[in-house]
């Protein structure tokens, strides 16, 4: 997943800012061995005129030797008068956004859709039956029309989102059709939600349409999910949620999640992430190498 | 099936060359920062470290007693190694000229025979660390600063090869091989100099360990160097480098920090820059292309010194020598 920060003379800035900047990003990940690149739904259009297209940018991250994008994220996690999950009157506004964005994917060969299925918690709640059948609705409604483009619709639940305790978690997918709406497993939004990411793979495994592999040192024992605006940014007792694998504090069991991957087959993508890694002096280049070793070193061996 | 979308650590391909990384960009203090710098060289395809002498407390790793000191021998620090995913020490790089509290020392200079003594026992400590961990090579910087130095008068350049033949003798007998490191600002400071310093030298004794920056700032053509004196080059340090000192600023007062550190009159932003960039200087598919010629057989530190982050630099390395490089 491409969230990166690089250095500059004007400070720190995007890895996309011009093709220079791009080159070195990836570089930097094709380095190291991945294949694959997760971005932004809303980097593709920024990324088209950079390059000419988005299928002219999948080439130029072959020549320096990835294979190609394979997921687009979006997501709405502040609530506007027009955009809001669970608001049905905003659900056409929400479909046009993602038609928008599977068009912008003509050409290339994404496989993932990768949404927020709710917004924040705080601007939600109640979280009632009624409005996770409202969100239910408009997954379903865009999966059914991404899959119609090749591309699986999966849902991603942040600690702060509306549906992110194993209830609400079970109420949606029992709601949403599964040709339609998949599953995404982020591990460290699950852990810090108090969820078992091996658990709901086994629940979820046969929805399961990719991952998230970050790790975290802290679960949510105060309630932080819901402090406005965003929980992830100003929780007074936890400063940086989010980890790279391999850390000596870290709280998600990545070999028993691999064990359980192999166990049921998974075929697709493993995605690691690293969500404001620069958060107390830390930086994106050193966590993917610090995760990367992680992969090569422990995860790997899993499979041999 | 399951097809995990990342590869394995894959070697490069050039079976004569062992690739390794100078801890120098990183200098961590803190294990968890030593561990989290050896990972990065590993993942990233350097399979071998060099460091960097030092002194006291900021130098965990700057000298053998240290290193001894912090993990208990020097079996524990070569099983650390190994856990963070790094075979082995390649080598160690070693200034006469630093202070070392741990010697009483504020720094000797071989032009000066009262100091040869004093840095064949120094070097003779490294030298047994490298055995013991099978280390293949003690870089040295052959003399002081220029401006420090010069100028380098028949009778220096005499002391200063006798400094190294004595002290290559004693590293030769550790299995150790000594090699000189020509630095941008170091006195001896052109292809003449150099070519007069092997001379003076014992070829069976002293080697030279090419920099690519540091000889490209200087106005030395790498390559060229090479091609010329190929049969004495032991070591490699590949870095690249945007500018050369083209205003002779190496001959100011404390260049250390005019120069290096603050860019000189131009205000070079950065000296040292990653293999690879649009910019660079170095021909490095030259250089190995002439490497491979000439049958080079040991390691190739990669360096990148003064990285402003040293995980990106050491990643765009990697990148180079496994796409550009190592096709070659």
Not at chain 1, 67 to 94: G, W
Not at chain 1, 183 to 202: E, K, S, W
Not at chain 2, 50 to 79: A, C, I, K, Y
Not at chain 2, 110 to 131: C, M, Q, V, W, Y
């Amino acid at each position: 997943m491409d969230h990166w920060v690089t250095h500059s003379p004007r400070g720190p800035v995007s890895q996309y800012l011009s093709v220079k900047y791009v080159d070195r990003f990836i570089k930097q990940i094709a380095a190291l061995g991945f294949m694959g690149l997760d971005t932004f739904g809303f980097r593709l259009s920024h990324l088209a005129t950079l390059f000419g297209s988005a299928k002219k940018f999948e080439e130029f991250i072959q020549d320096r030797g990835m294979e190609k994008i394979v997921s687009v994220f979006q997501a709405y996690p502040y609530v506007s008068k027009t955009r809001a999950p669970h608001v049905r009157a905003t659900h056409d506004a929400i479909f046009q956004d993602c038609l928008d964005i599977i068009k912008g994917c003509q050409g290339l060969t994404v496989e993932s859709f990768v949404v927020m299925p709710s917004s924040t918690y705080w601007q939600t709640e109640p979280v009632t039956d009624e409005k996770i059948k409202i969100m239910a609705d408009l997954w379903n409604r865009v999966g059914k029309m991404t899959r119609e483009h090749g591309i699986k619709t999966t849902c991603h639940h942040e600690f702060w989102g509306a549906i992110r305790t194993m209830d609400e978690i079970e109420k949606f997918y029992s709601w949403t059709d599964p040709n339609y709406v998949h599953y995404f497993c982020d591990t460290a939004q699950h852990v810090i939600a108090g969820n078992d990411p091996v658990a709901l793979y086994l629940r979820y495994h046969d929805r399961c349409s990719g991952f998230h592999f970050k790790d975290t040192h802290n679960v949510d024992t105060k309630g932080e999910y819901r402090i406005p605006p965003d929980a992830e940014l100003i929780a007074p007792s936890v400063q940086r949620w989010f980890w790279e694998m391999g850390t000596p504090e870290g709280l998600v069991d990545f070999p028993a999640l691999m064990r359980a991957i192999k166990d049921y087959q998974y075929i697709g993508w493993l995605t690691v992430e690293h969500d404001k890694a620069d958060i107390g002096g830390g930086n994106y280049a050193e966590s993917t190498c610090i995760s990367k070793w992680y992969i090569d070193n422990v995860l790997s061996k899993i499979y041999e | 099936m399951f097809y995990p979308r990342y590869t394995n650590r894959k070697e490069p391909e050039m079976p004569n060359i062992k690739w390794g990384y100078a801890i120098n960009q990183w200098n961590p203090v803190r294990r968890e920062q030593q561990e989290r710098a050896f990972k990065q060289m590993s993942v990233c395809g350097f399979r071998g470290v060099e460091l960097n002498e030092g002194s006291g407390r900021w130098e965990p790793l700057g000298r053998p007693e240290l290193t001894e000191l912090n993990f208990g021998s020097v079996h524990n620090f070569v099983d650390f190694l190994h856990q963070c995913g790094i075979d082995q020490v390649a080598s160690f790089f070693y200034d006469p000229g630093l202070y070392s509290a741990e010697e009483s020392s504020y720094g000797r200079s071989p032009a000066n025979p009262k100091d040869h003594e004093g840095i064949l026992e120094s070097i003779r400590t490294f030298a047994t660390f490298l055995r013991d961990v099978g280390g293949s090579c003690i870089v040295v910087r052959p003399t002081g600063s220029y401006w420090r130095e010069a100028p380098l008068t028949e009778e220096k350049f005499k002391n200063i090869a006798e400094c190294w033949n004595k002290v290559g003798k004693m590293t030769k007998e550790h299995g150790i091989q000594t090699a000189l490191h020509v630095d941008c600002l170091c006195a001896i400071h052109s292809m003449a100099d150099i070519d007069k310093i092997l001379e003076l030298t014992d070829p069976d004794l002293v080697g030279l360990a090419i920099d690519t920056a540091e000889l490209t700032i200087t106005g030395i053509d790498p390559l060229r160097l090479y091609d010329k004196h190929f049969s004495r080059v032991k070591h490699f340090h590949f870095k690249d480098t945007h500018a050369v000192d083209t205003l002779d600023e190496y001959k100011n007062v404390n260049a250390e920090i005019q120069l290096l550190d603050g860019g000189g009159k131009r205000e070079i932003e950065r000296w040292f820059w990653e293999m690879g960039t649009a910019e660079g200087l170095v021909k490095f598919p030259a250089l190995v292309k002439l490497m491979k010629d000439h049958a080079y057989k040991g390691w190739i530190i990669v360096e990148s010194d003064r990285s402003p982050n040293p995980a990106e630099s050491t990643m765009l390395n990697s990148w180079y020598m496994k796409y550009v490089l190592s096709k070659i």
